[in-house]
């Protein structure tokens, strides 16, 4: 039993299920290794060769790992929380459903994010004359993306675990990156929830892949580094831009809905 009378064989279900997920997960990774690891230590010669071989594998299969590293990361955290605040009859398909909630939402997400990243810089360069291999770009892109979601996913679930980052089922938005600015700044500093979007998005590992997909795209499109980093720090703020506005759109209905 665990904590409020709650039994250990959902959440063992549950971990072992994730954790034989992971470890099928890692031999498709591991076919891909040496362009994972050439990404991160030699990226010229990375990206110059997944816009010339492109394929998804090696990122897909990251952020498959990134998902279930996090649902396992968060379940911990999020146990004493199932016990306290849900019903018995709910207890034990929240321990079961949570982990994979968590992991399909990390998927998705990440895949989400993947390919509006790389629709949306080829339209940039489309409107700005340049054509490529969507293909290419979407694999470059792919690869660019690794540190942000698998790094961030390493870090974020040890941060978990060791107690460093704090939130509760009831408030996960307060779930914040370590490395990001947010979490950084004094707490109370920053409060308005548009702000907050804006801060949390200054992080570590997304800045990092952003630096990787400007010389992935430079790759792709034979541009100059200064021209690539045009196109992508143009996609960058409107990201960021998209998401304080759904943000403040969101805070917006919610206030309308209360004065009605």
């Given amino acids: 039993m665990i904590g409020n009378g709650l039994p250990t064989w959902p959440l063992a279900t549950a971990v072992v299920l994730l954790g034989g997920a992971a470890l099928a997960c890692v031999f498709p990774l591991y076919s891909r290794s040496e362009r994972v690891g050439a990404v991160i230590v030699a990226p ?21 790992v990134a998902g279930l590293v996090l649902s396992v990361g968060f379940i911990g955290k999020m146990l004493p929380d199932i ?14 459903g949570l982990p994979v909630f968590i992991f399909l939402f990390g998927l998705v997400s990440s895949v989400a994010g993947w390919a509006i990243r790389a629709g949306a810089i080829w339209i ?9 291999s969507y293909r290419s770009l979407f694999s470059v892109v792919g690869y660019a993306y690794i540190p942000q979601v698998l790094l961030a996913a390493l870090v974020m679930a040890g941060a978990v675990g060791f107690g460093f980052v704090e939130f509760s089922v009831a ?9 990001s ?11 308005a929830p548009v702000a907050k979007s804006l801060t949390a998005q200054i992080e570590l590992f997304a800045l990092w892949s952003l630096a990787l997909t400007i ?11 200064s021209k690539a980093a045009a196109v992508v720090l143009l996609y960058w703020i409107l990201d960021i831009a998209a998401a304080a506005g759904f943000v ?13």
């Fill in 215 to 225: 010389i992935g795209v430079q790759r792709v499109y034979a541009f100059d580094m």
């Fill in 248 to 260: 403040a759109l969101m805070m917006g209905l919610q206030q309308l809905l209360v004065g009605g």
């Fill in 171 to 179: 408030d996960i938005s307060n779930a914040v990156p370590p490395t």
């Fill in 181 to 191: 600015l947010l979490w950084l700044l004094p707490e109370g500093t920053v409060n």
């Fill in 83 to 96: 016990g306290d605040d849900f019903p018995g009859q709910l207890r034990l398909p929240m321990m079961i």
């Fill in 44 to 64: 010229q010669r990375a990206f110059q060769g997944v816009a010339a071989e492109p394929d998804w594998v090696g990122p897909f299969f990251a952020m498959l």
């Fill in 124 to 132: 940039i360069a489309r409107l700005a004359g340049k054509h490529a």
